[in-house]
């Protein structure tokens, strides 16, 4: 089983910069997809990103396209998720999923939560004006 741990949500201005993290123990991400998710208040869950284990490739909603860059770090077995020129738009809590295997990317199906099999806790973006 594959326990997951976000950090690094906070209170940021608008136009300013958070870097999430996405810590896995029990196993390791080379053989895993690796997404993140966020809600915001009174909206359903959506993906922001996703990362393949396998080869790097990742995927981005339109909405953070040139904003955010998902990477990782094989050594420490930890996912990032930078946040570039917050909006306001982007509070919300940002969830990290895992799935076994890459089948999501490879299929762009990255987006659906049913995909996954392992959540983190959450953790807690706010972006004032």
């Known amino acids: 089983e594959v326990h997951i741990v976000e950090s690094g949500g906070g209170l940021v201005q608008a136009g300013g910069s958070l870097r999430l993290s996405c810590a896995a123990s029990?196993?390791?991400?080379?053989?895993?997809?690796i997404g993140w998710f966020r809600q915001a208040p009174g909206k359903e869950r959506e993906g922001v990103s996703c990362?393949?284990?396998?080869?790097?490739?990742?995927s981005y909603a339109d909405s953070v396209k040139g904003r955010f860059t998902v990477s990782m770090d094989n050594a420490k077995n930890t996912v990032y998720l930078q946040m570039n020129s917050l909006e306001p738009e982007d509070t919300a809590v940002y969830y990290c999923?895992?799935?076994?295997?890459?089948?999501?990317?490879?299929?762009?199906?990255?987006?659906?939560?049913?995909?996954?099999?392992?959540w983190g806790q959450g953790t807690r973006v706010t972006v004032s004006p």
């Open positions: 029990g196993d390791t991400f080379d053989d895993y997809a």
């Open positions: 990362i393949s284990g396998h080869d790097g490739s990742t």
């Open positions: 999923a895992v799935t076994f295997g890459t089948r999501v990317v490879v299929e762009d199906t990255w987006t659906e939560e049913d995909e996954y099999s392992y």
